[in-house]
């Protein structure tokens, strides 16, 4: 399995502004005005009467969203529109049913009347929901009710051994030939690393296994073991450009089917291992340990056996790295997507993944944050789906596509607003002294 990629959720935190030497922001893609056949544009519907009382209601959720710069056009023909004089974008709701299920339950109806047709944007549907996100941050303190109603509404699912297999599959074997249309060349579903912000994504995605390969200091003839390898692209680089022997795990069959003939067309099927099996299952002594994008899917109740199987397969001077999606502070996932995108996902803390080192008493030598890059990689991502729309609908239908849509919007936003963190942890054994003394060998080339 392998994402690490767990789409967004209210409330959401406005980034930081960038400090001057910073590089520059590089031009997000805009994805079109998106409509649904029989939905009708609701921009020129002529108002009716007797709308007054939604009106009321909507501008109570614009004023709890701290009037974000957009316009909201009911069915009536009304319109609400934030502080902005010129808003972002359009937001269009159907029916005073769509109206009052979205004032509800609004982290999950979202996400079920935009997939719907219900809900209709006008305008880039990114921007959209970084309004969104930024304005529920800033209220979230006057709305403490909110969040106790969809915390007791939606509740996680389990990532038992069988539960964890069940939500996988309902993920990654939705098919290859999906994924294929929009990961790009490496078929990598992780966080890609952009020394060079104004890269190309496939670079880029080689450019983040190099990223930890340095940060491993992986050499000729050592062992790695990766928990949760995706379709192969990690385990495969660091085999051929670092001279490793790998044992790869994977519970997605369709995942491990496709690693297993890259390996052999590559030759490298008797240096690289794909076993599809859970991770609660690795065994052997290893040099180093990585998990690239499996974190999210553990579950935190699972996390200080997660420390026991690395201490269990680590050699005493080994090395570890964990790259995973992450929170500035605990919180549950948003309901939409945890219900349809991602079942049991939940992106840790930096205090909840701790858990993982403190119970074996593992020593944390390094932590960078790639918000930004993430950021940027869903752009790409979200471009390269538009582009395949027409195919993508033609394997499953229109709905699906705008499910899937929003989930890439919402995570960038998500990344861009600072609601979702990507951390990548460098960990060793305790008294280790095989540690790099500067980080001059991840940044001197």
Excluded at 352 to 372: P, Y
Aim: glycine share 8%.
């Amino acid at each position: 399995m392998r994402s690490e990629h767990s789409g967004s959720s209210l409330p959401a935190s406005s980034p930081s502004p960038l400090p001057s030497h910073s590089p520059p922001t590089p031009p997000s893609p805009s994805p079109p005005r998106l409509r649904v056949a029989g939905v009708p544009d609701r921009r020129h519907v002529v108002p009716g009467p007797g709308g007054s009382i939604w009106r009321w209601m909507l501008s109570r959720i614009m004023e709890e969203l701290g009037q974000p710069p957009f316009e909201v056009v009911l069915w009536t023909g009304e319109r609400v529109r934030g502080a902005a004089s010129e808003p972002v974008a359009r937001l269009s709701i159907a029916s005073a049913s769509a109206l009052v299920r979205l004032a509800l339950d609004p982290h999950l109806q979202f996400g079920e009347l935009y997939a719907s047709g219900e809900l209709e944007v006008d305008g880039d549907l990114p921007t959209l929901l970084v309004e969104i996100y930024r304005g529920a941050f800033r209220e979230r303190g006057r709305l403490p009710w909110l969040r106790a109603l969809a915390q007791r509404l939606h509740r996680a699912r389990s990532n038992s051994l069988d539960g964890s297999r069940e939500n996988i599959q309902q993920h990654y074997d939705l098919g290859n030939a999906f994924y294929a249309e929009w990961l790009g060349e490496t078929m990598a579903y992780t966080c890609a690393y952009y020394p060079d912000p104004l890269g190309a994504l496939d670079a880029a995605q080689v450019a983040k296994m190099d990223h930890v390969c340095r940060k491993l200091r992986l050499q000729p003839g050592e062992t790695l073991v990766e928990a949760g390898c995706g379709w192969g692209s990690f385990a495969l680089h660091a085999a051929r450009t670092c001279g490793v022997r790998v044992r790869a795990f994977n519970i997605s069959r369709e995942q491990v089917v496709h690693a297993r003939r890259l390996a052999r067309e590559a030759g490298l099927a008797g240096q690289v291992e794909f076993v599809e099996d859970d991770y609660r299952n690795i065994e052997g002594r290893h040099d180093a340990f990585v998990s690239i994008g499996m974190l999210e899917h553990v579950g935190v109740e699972n996390f200080p056996a997660l420390g026991e199987v690395i201490h269990r397969v680590l050699a005493p001077s080994g090395r570890g790295l964990i790259h995973t999606i992450g929170r500035t502070r605990p919180q549950p996932m948003n309901p939409w997507i945890e219900r349809r995108i991602f079942p049991g996902a939940r992106p840790p803390s930096l205090g909840e993944m701790m858990s993982i080192f403190e119970s074996r008493e593992f020593a944390v030598v390094d932590v960078e944050n790639l918000r930004l890059h993430y950021a940027r990689t869903l752009a790409h991502w979200l471009e390269r789906f538009d582009a395949a729309d027409a195919r993508i609908e033609a394997m499953f239908d229109r709905r699906f596509v705008r499910m899937w849509r929003l989930y890439l919007a919402g995570s960038i936003a998500s990344f861009r607003t600072g609601d979702l963190q990507l951390y990548q942890v460098l960990f060793t054994a305790r008294g280790s002294d095989d540690i790099a003394w500067t980080r001059a060998h991840l940044y001197g080339r």
